[in-house]
């Protein structure tokens, strides 16, 4: 089965860094299956939103708000990807999944890891 397993999250001190990880199992693991990968966030009381992307040209984009503060990575085979956040604020605290999409149509979501920024 297809899986992505988010880990890193945490409590951070606002001004602080994280680096969230997302590993990727199952029978996608060559990129040339997957036409992006993304790191989207659910805010408590809000809906969720897309926040990073690499897509399959190595192109990579970011909601305005992040800009400057996150980057996106991932390995070779697309079997890691990563999210370094960094000068978090308050506003960055929520739910961060890790979700892919498939060339097929498919897209698979992890469960998400919770990160917290203190004032």
């Known amino acids: 089965q297809v899986q992505l397993v988010e880990s890193g999250g945490g409590l951070v001190q606002s001004g602080g860094s994280l680096r969230l990880s997302c590993k990727v199992t199952?029978?996608?693991?060559?990129?040339?299956?997957?036409?992006?990968m993304h790191w989207s966030r659910q805010a408590p009381g809000n809906e969720r939103k897309l926040i990073a992307t690499?897509?399959?040209?190595?192109?990579?984009e970011y909601m305005d708000s992040v800009k400057g503060r996150f980057a996106m990575s991932a390995d070779d085979n697309w079997n890691m990807a990563y999210l370094e956040m960094n000068d978090l604020k308050p506003e960055d605290t929520g739910v961060y999944f890790c979700?892919?999409?498939?060339?097929?149509?498919?897209?698979?979501w992890g469960r998400g890891t919770q990160v917290t920024v203190s004032s």
């Open positions: 199952g029978n996608i693991w060559d990129r040339d299956l997957r036409i992006a």
């Open positions: 690499i897509r399959a040209n190595g192109d990579e």
């Open positions: 979700h892919t999409t498939l060339r097929t149509g498919p897209t698979y």
